[in-house]
């Protein structure tokens, strides 16, 4: 009985995470049950009933995932996928009778709707502060917030599918139970990758599929997004970064810069990480989730930069935000110098993407100072290419190895620096997070500022032997993971294609080994994913 009440209750101190053993009991029944349904009754006549009881059962279980994280929240999930699916049957109803005004009156209840229960979960106390401070009053919300898990996911989410109907990019789901599943499966549900409908709703209709070198891919991301998430980014956190944010007046300017550095690395592995198992686990099930993660530093300018990290926001944001605000030919509607519009309106974008990661002024100023290293980068090369442009082609003519040297060398130069300016941003990123929404603008900039001071002020080189040797654990994972994010990509294909390839005997091995592994890294404290928060 008590087995029972733990598996069908709520814990909001121990939530269903892919880090915990209880997920990978539940995700073996859960494949067990979905291997007999797609192996069921198996023939031409019978593969519309299978797909459909395949899309209820994975709904279902989606929404059972979500309970044992978020709990009651479920019903904000049922709400916004009852309410957008419907919607958006009304919408493509009055596009077909052209009534212009019907259809746009349904997409603005539709955003506005989406748009309410996010921002009053996520925005209530920030938008409070603000007021205070306008008006000099103090008014104060009662009754605490609390932040529903992914609530900024499928809310992006469920926006994108009622625009993309508005714009007839995507025909409108007629089963609500496949939109359903669409918002809610259950491996990208509460951290991404957002998914466009165009990109996953044909899925829904097609038979399952998966060939022996697609288990094996599979397989590999899992493993891969463990190891990310709990040698690299846990292991980081727990012995150094948690320690010196938390306070960083302990701590000397050296310390403080590398706990910096090492958060991006932390960051990186915690969020990719959970993206590489979310793609694995679906596609053990036939679904593919599109790619969020293509070796961000790497990059040689910002710009770059967010076109590899978290590639299914910067394209939500650059289809809905960036592009309905003029892209670059116009400034918010009106006609403009084409940089002059592209800047402006990537600032604003940057801005908003800021505020999308949490309520809170130092996730805007992370977002501006984004935005303002995306202009300077362009503006750079824009001035470069004018300056040195003729250069570079006489030199490339006459000296082509010289010219390929100093390429190298360009390269080199403007990822590091691309990394150390993306690092440094993340100082206000990472002061924000983890906070109580009631207290996170007070809490987060004083941490910001005695950091800022730490790293500009109490700089000692003599403390640096010493941290090396207190944690030289930390350092070499820091480097490891550094050296391994750098590898060429082909590099890393040709090994996980090798490792899908594999007999099974010795990928069984394999596993057992990795999964030894990672298991001796597992600290008594798990700690949740970063991004579950947004």
Not at 53 to 79: C, D, E, H, P, Q
Not at 95 to 107: A, D, F, I, P, S
Not at 115 to 143: E, P, Q, R, W
Not at 230 to 257: K, T
Request: glycine letters at 6%; one cysteine or more.
């Amino acid at each position: 009985m008590e087995t029972l009440r733990y598996i069908f209750q709520f814990d909001a101190a121990s939530p269903l995470l892919f880090t915990q053993f209880y997920f990978w009991v539940f995700l073996a029944i859960v494949y067990t049950v979905f291997a007999a349904i797609v192996e069921w009754g198996k023939g031409p006549k019978d593969s519309h009933t299978r797909l459909h009881l395949r899309n209820i059962f994975l709904m279902a279980v989606s929404w059972f995932f979500y309970y044992k994280t978020s709990g009651i929240f479920l019903f904000i999930l049922a709400t916004l996928t009852f309410c957008n699916w419907a919607i958006a049957l009304w919408m493509h109803d009055a596009q077909g009778k052209n009534n212009l005004g019907l259809t746009k009156m349904w997409l603005i209840l539709s955003i506005l709707l989406d748009l309410g229960f996010l921002f009053y979960y996520k925005y209530a106390y920030f938008g409070v502060d603000i007021f205070n401070s306008l008006t000099g009053s103090h008014f104060s919300i009662v009754d605490k917030i609390i932040l529903p898990v992914g609530i900024s996911f499928y809310t992006f989410q469920v926006i994108s599918y009622v625009v993309d109907v508005y714009r007839r990019q995507v025909q409108p789901v007629s089963n609500v139970l496949d939109f359903g599943f669409y918002v809610s499966f259950f491996p990208q549900l509460v951290a991404g990758p957002i998914v466009r409908a165009s990109e996953f709703v044909p899925q829904l209709y097609k038979p399952f599929h998966l060939s022996r070198r697609q288990m094996g891919i599979a397989l590999f991301w899992i493993l891969n997004g463990l190891a990310k998430k709990i040698i690299l980014s846990d292991y980081l956190a727990v012995n150094l970064i948690d320690r010196v944010f938390e306070n960083p007046m302990l701590f000397s300017g050296f310390e403080n810069l590398f706990a910096l550095f090492a958060y991006s690395m932390q960051v990186y592995a915690d969020f990719s990480g959970y993206t590489d198992i979310a793609i694995g686990v679906a596609l053990l099930m036939g679904f593919y989730l599109p790619q969020n993660f293509d070796s961000p530093y790497k990059s040689r300018n910002p710009q770059e930069f967010w076109r590899r990290w978290h590639q299914s926001l910067s394209r939500w944001l650059k289809s809905y935000v960036y592009i309905p605000l003029g892209g670059n030919k116009t400034l918010f509607g009106h006609k403009a110098p084409k940089l002059l519009a592209s800047n402006v309106n990537s600032f604003a974008t940057m801005l908003i993407g800021g505020l999308w990661h949490g309520a809170s002024w130092n996730f805007i100023i992370w977002g501006g100072l984004n935005g303002i290293g995306m202009i300077i980068a362009k503006c750079w090369h824009s001035l470069k290419e004018t300056v040195t442009g003729g250069m570079q082609a006489k030199m490339q003519a006459n000296s082509p190895r010289l010219y390929k040297w100093i390429c190298n060398a360009d390269n080199v130069v403007c990822i590091l620096l691309t990394f150390t300016f993306i690092t440094f941003t993340r100082l206000f990123f990472r002061s924000s997070s983890n906070l109580d929404p009631a207290t996170a603008n007070e809490v987060a900039w004083e941490t910001a500022r005695n950091m800022i001071g730490q790293i500009t002020g109490a700089w000692n080189s003599s403390v640096i032997i010493p941290f090396v040797c207190e944690y030289w654990k930390v350092v070499v994972l820091f480097f490891m993971g550094m050296i391994i994010h750098w590898l060429p990509a082909n590099f890393k294909r040709r090994y996980r294609i090798w490792f899908a390839q594999m007999p099974l005997w010795l990928m069984a091995i394999s596993i057992i080994v990795v999964v030894a592994i990672v298991y001796q890294f597992i600290s008594a404290d798990m700690q949740p994913f970063i991004y579950f928060q947004f």
